[in-house]
């Protein structure tokens, strides 16, 4: 491999490294968030002092009560005026389209599961989101003589069965009834085929109940994040919480370990997200006071993360006016997501598609104006998802001929000018080093040569290359969708595996193979090898270094690789091949005798035109260095 293949591997490396670096947060971001927590804590500490303070009232009313029967006072104690719906018998109820069925709970008047009709488990069953067993979604309020009552633990009244209107769209209504007039209304529509529920809070004269001055109630969300998908660590990796801001960009926690964020700005949404999957809770106005809490569960558990979201939201009792939320229950695809935006103004977008892990700056671009569109296209009207990447590498690739071709041209120059850099060499001794070089430069001027021309068309490619290693992993569409010997595009296509713990296989390679990635470690080598023997960089000094870096990375790759979607695999593997069917192709049409004659010819022309052709800066620098060593060298001589 020629030195601007390898200074392409060295820069894509460094990006990755910077990558890395530029998605943690800074020490003064660190510092910044310690220094608010105190003031994020105020609402929730008031709220939390209420609820001691009315626990302590409860306990000591309760051991007073002489006269009054034991389990009616507590209960008139815990739940002050919402005491008749302490109790009942649960009831559930259905909403449903073609995409999503979720069910309702008149307990709570919550969302007890949300199956996705269209998107199976590991287990051959409905992916469900919002599982009863796993997920607890309530408002928290404070009512008069300090009571505080959380809505999850209180029994709704049906206001009526499931109703559809003439669009389609279905609805249901859930009331907490006080012992007064005073009720508050939860207002579930789905509309037909949509995966986007509408969640409506209505109240009627709660601030009868409520202490004066009352503007806010709490929202309490948490889940756990079951595993969908059968590579547990790849999924791990892509199991995310995320949150917008109102007037910024997404964010999200740590998804390598235990994270704890206490956010001080207005919060617009807030997800709950997996490698395919998200449960979206959308304001109508915002969230404040924001406390996000991520923890990743242990691989025997079935789960991957937990999640738990606390946050306050604005509340008037006396205005009777609606809270709007929305709930995005479905899978992480881009059209899909970024169809909310639609007639949407600049500043009201909800981006609800960043959830999507695309890449940052120029990797995201790419992805989203010309590698999804393009996948859109063909999958249009083409239904195997093997041959629309393998459509995708060939435009791809034709569409970066050109850079190749010039890249490849470089190397033929080089390598043709070979035996007179090897007569330098043989002329100026080692020691000499910069005397060799400065005749080596000399010689690529005179001929119109740039030892770094091939290195731009290289560079160009790395975006995409970039690109792609974050398109296939985030792409549902690969989920579940079978090619040759792969069940399923988005996973690893082992054709062998064990259960016997190796040690270091079982943990950095894992107890499978995958055919793929072996496939795309083998054309990788072999591509290697022909770039290797293509530019002659045997006498370079450090050649037998790169050239065993050049080798030891692909079996690298292909450990990393091991474990990740084998469409992401293939489609490095299809790549390589084509690489290599275009090097043949492109040294084929190179007449290398005649190259080295139009080189010829552009010295002598080059030597006629300007014969005294200022040295250049570059040149400077290099006889100066050379002066230098050889003043060196001679002092040492002197020495001994």
């Not at 229950?329 to 009201?348: C, E, I, R, V, W």
């Not at 033929?412 to 070089?437: F, G, Y």
């Amino acid at each position: 491999m020629d030195k601007n293949t390898i200074l392409g591997f060295v820069l894509i490396a460094a990006i990755l490294i910077t990558f890395s670096i530029l998605n943690r947060p800074s020490q003064e971001e660190i510092e910044r968030q310690r220094a608010y927590q105190d003031s994020l804590r105020i609402a929730q500490q008031e709220l939390q002092e209420a609820i001691r303070e009315s626990n302590a009232q409860k306990v000591s009313d309760f051991d007073a009560a002489e006269h009054i029967d034991s389990s009616e006072q507590e209960t008139s104690k815990a739940y002050g005026d919402f005491k008749s719906a302490a109790s009942g018998e649960e009831k559930l109820f259905v909403l449903e389209n073609d995409l999503i069925k979720i069910t309702l709970s008149n307990k709570g008047g919550r969302i007890v599961s949300a199956q996705l009709k269209e998107h199976l488990s590991r287990n051959s069953l409905p992916v469900e989101l919002f599982h009863q067993d796993d997920a607890n979604f309530g408002f928290t309020m404070a009512l008069r003589n300090n009571h505080i009552i959380t809505t999850s633990s209180l029994f709704f009244n049906p206001v009526s069965e499931v109703t559809e209107d003439s669009e389609g769209n279905r609805q249901m209504t859930f009331r907490l009834q006080s012992e007064t007039n005073a009720y508050i209304d939860f207002v579930y529509t789905l509309p037909a085929n949509d995966y986007m529920l509408d969640f409506t809070v209505r109240s009627h004269e709660m601030n009868t109940i409520m202490p004066l001055g009352s503007n806010y109630m709490i929202v309490n969300w948490n889940s756990r994040i079951r595993q969908q998908e059968k590579g547990r660590q790849f999924e791990e990796r892509y199991s995310t919480l995320n949150y917008k801001y109102l007037t910024d960009d997404m964010e999200k926690m740590n998804a390598a370990k235990d994270d704890e964020k206490k956010l001080t700005g207005k919060v617009k949404w807030i997800a709950f997200k997996d490698q395919y999957f998200s449960s979206i809770l959308i304001a109508g106005e915002s969230f404040s006071n924001t406390h996000l809490i991520s923890k990743i569960e242990s691989k025997e558990s079935g789960y991957m993360k937990s999640y738990q979201a606390e946050m306050t939201v604005d509340y008037n009792p006396a205005s009777n006016e609606d809270m709007s939320f929305k709930f995005y229950l479905g899978p992480n695809k881009y059209k899909t997501l970024a169809s909310y935006d639609k007639d949407l103004p600049s500043d009201q977008k909800l981006k609800l598609r960043e959830v999507l892990p695309l890449g940052w700056g120029i990797f995201g671009w790419i992805n989203r104006f010309a590698i999804i569109p393009m996948f859109n296209f063909f999958s249009s009207f083409i239904s195997n998802f093997g041959i629309i990447i393998l459509l995708m590498t060939i435009v791809i690739k034709l569409v970066l001929f050109p850079l190749t071709y010039k890249s490849y041209v470089s190397s033929a120059k080089m390598r043709v000018l070979k035996p007179e850099i090897d007569e330098i060499n043989e002329r100026i001794p080692p020691e000499k080093a910069a005397e060799r070089q400065k005749a080596t430069m000399e010689l690529y001027n005179k001929v119109g040569v740039s030892p770094f021309s091939g290195c731009l068309p290289t560079l160009l490619q790395m975006p995409i290359l970039f690109a792609m290693f974050m398109f296939f992993p985030s792409s549902i569409e690969l989920r579940g969708e079978s090619f040759l010997w792969a069940k399923d595009l988005s996973s690893y296509d082992a054709i062998v595996s064990w259960d016997v713990y190796i040690p270091f296989i079982s943990k950095y390679y894992g107890n499978h193979i995958s055919l793929f990635t072996l496939l795309m470690t083998i054309t990788t080598l072999i591509s290697t090898k022909l770039n290797m023997a293509n530019t002659n960089t045997s006498d370079q000094p450090g050649s037998g270094m790169m050239k065993w870096m050049m080798y030891l990375m692909p079996i690298m790759f292909m450990f990393i690789f091991n474990s990740y979607a084998s469409g992401l695999s293939y489609y490095y593997f299809i790549s390589t091949l084509i690489t290599i069917g275009q090097t043949y192709a492109i040294r084929s049409t190179i007449d290398e005798e005649k190259l080295l004659a139009e080189l010829h010819a552009k010295r002598t022309a080059n030597a006629k035109k300007q014969p005294t052709k200022k040295k250049s800066s570059f040149m400077e620098r290099l006889e100066k260095m050379q002066r230098e060593q050889e003043k060196l060298m001679r002092e040492r001589s002197k020495k001994r």
